[in-house]
């Protein structure tokens, strides 16, 4: 099986902060068809989990441009440009190249300072 | 819009059964795959199973093969799982969720396993 690596854990960042998310895969997740099948979510307290980023870099829609997705082969990002109150929550990547199973990284915790 | 709505959590004994539905709207139930996905409370998030559209592809976590089944009816636009055999450890939300790429996903159901 694939294992999905975050860091950090835990993230305080101050609003009006960038704040940034790793995600590592165990090996690559580029597909036999070109595409890398490496997604993010967004759970909020209380909350279901939510799709930002889809195929690393696509933003879902109704997603704010402040979140971008970059990396490739087994080294991924998720980044907010500009914290706001409304980001707190736990971030997760998926990915869906190497499947069964789908894996997830184990959540970075995102907290206003 | 899409919408998922999972019902048939609750409180079972451990070696009981229970079966989960998820009712699906605002897309073409027939050409979509769907999976189950759970979160132990405080933890992140697992797959245990997918099914292909039309039912004939079916795949499982190793933590519920042999004891969950995944089914689904078009006709009825629902998704279900049956799990039987549960352990402590089977207590989670469990979650309906769209396609392999998680598009969507629904409010949840709770199933806590304790005697």
């Known amino acids: 099986d694939v294992v999905m690596t975050q860091s950090p854990l835990s993230l305080p960042v101050t609003l009006g902060q960038p704040a940034s998310i790793s995600c590592r895969s165990s090996?690559?997740?580029?597909?036999?068809?070109?595409?890398?099948?490496l997604h993010w979510f967004q759970q909020r307290p209380g909350q279901s989990p939510r799709r930002l980023i889809y195929?690393?870099?696509n933003r879902d829609s109704g997603v704010p441009d402040r979140f971008s997705g970059s990396g490739s082969g087994t080294d991924f990002t998720l980044k907010i440009s500009r914290v706001e109150a409304e980001d707190v929550g736990v971030y997760y990547c998926?990915?869906?190249?190497?499947?069964?199973?789908?894996?997830f990284g184990q959540g970075t915790r995102l907290e206003i300072k | 819009e899409v919408q998922l709505v999972e019902s048939g959590g609750g409180l079972v004994q451990p070696g009981g059964s229970l079966r989960l539905s998820c009712a699906a709207s605002?897309?073409?139930?027939?050409?979509?795959?769907m999976n189950w996905v759970r979160q132990a409370p405080g933890k992140g998030l697992e797959w245990i199973s997918n099914?292909?559209?039309?039912?004939?592809?079916?795949y499982y976590a190793d933590s519920v093969k042999g004891r969950f089944t995944i089914s689904r009816d078009n006709a009825r636009n629902s998704l279900y799982l049956q799990m039987n055999s549960l352990r402590d450890e089977d207590t989670a939300v469990y979650y309906c969720?769209?396609?392999?790429?998680?598009?969507?996903w629904g409010q949840g159901t709770l199933v806590t396993v304790s005697s």
């Open positions: 090996q690559s997740l580029v597909f036999s068809d070109g595409y890398t099948y």
């Open positions: 969720v769209r396609s392999n790429w998680c598009a969507n």
């Open positions: 099914i292909s559209p039309s039912g004939s592809s079916i």
């Open positions: 195929k690393v870099s």
């Open positions: 605002g897309f073409t139930f027939s050409t979509s795959d």
């Open positions: 998926m990915q869906g190249t190497h499947w069964p199973p789908i894996t």
